[in-house]
T-cell receptor, first 113, second 112 residues
Framework: NAGVTQTPKFQVLKTGQSMTLQCAQDMNHEYMSWYRQDPGMGLRLIHYSVGAGITDQGEVPNGYNVSRSTTEDFPLRLLSAAPSQTSVYFC????????????FGPGTRLTVL | AQSVSQHNHHVILSEAASLELGCNYSYGGTVNLFWYVQYPGQHLQLLLKYFSGDPLVKGIKGFEAEFIKSKFSFNLRKPSVQWSDTAEYFCAVNKDTDKLIFGTGTRLQVFP
């Protein structure tokens, strides 16, 4: 099993550009989520999904869109990047949020100029 | 707003010192509680979790945590830290919904 994979590992964008961060898992997990990690602020939940076709907002959803067309994939879209979105983004998956053991991807470091 | 608080932002210890990291949450009712660790350059790993039962939970690498319902706390402890424990530690809470909410993290530095 590859676990949770994320691409790209690094990305630099200009303000106003759009892009999609990819996340995939091969563990047949129903629950997937996106977090951003910023110094002094810990991990903040952006969006999450409890299964294919179902998504919901987390703590900081503004500026981000998600979709879940398959169990395996959970892409995060930035429609119009802003410098405030400079961060490290982590995707995670588990059988359920309350199941406990979330598997985290290696992260994507995004810089918006 | 409901939240998870970690009041120790940065802790510096010498090897063999005892460790206690605070975690408080503001959700009422039944909660599931977790501690995650992020070693330098790595992604998060689960240290331990509490769902129900014995409020003293033992995790990997000699860590333990105690759930005190009356204090809404889930503090992480280790009797004797090692240099290899240098990492960032995150408390997390799940209640009812499928959201897992993290605290702001505590950076631990252990010096030999």
């Amino acid at each position: 099993n590859a676990g949770v994979t994320q691409t790209p590992k690094f990305q630099v964008l200009k303000t106003g550009q759009s892009m999609t961060l990819q996340c995939a898992q091969d563990m047949n997990h129903e629950y997937m989520s996106w977090y951003r990690q910023d110094p002094g602020m810990g991990l903040r939940l952006i969006h999450y999904s409890v299964g294919a076709g179902i998504t919901d907002q987390g703590e900081v959803p503004n500026g981000y869109n998600v979709s879940r067309s398959t169990t395996e994939d959970f892409p995060l879209r930035l429609l119009s990047a802003a410098p405030s979105q400079t961060s490290v983004y982590f995707c995670a998956s588990s059988y359920g949020a309350s199941e406990g053991k979330q598997f985290f991807g290696p992260g994507t470091r995004l810089t918006v100029l | 707003a409901q939240s998870v608080s970690q009041h120790n932002h940065h802790v510096i210890l010498s090897e063999a010192a005892s460790l206690e990291l605070g975690c408080n949450y503001s959700y009422g009712g039944t909660v599931n509680l977790f501690w995650y660790v992020q070693y330098p350059g790595q992604h998060l790993q689960l240290l331990l979790k509490y769902f129900s039962g014995d409020p003293l939970v033992k995790g990997i690498k000699g860590f333990e945590a105690e759930f005190i319902k009356s204090k809404f706390s889930f503090n992480l402890r280790k009797p004797s830290v090692q240099w290899s424990d240098t990492a960032e530690y995150f408390c997390a809470v799940n209640k009812d919904t499928d959201k897992l909410i993290f605290g702001t993290g505590t950076r631990l530095q252990v010096f030999p």
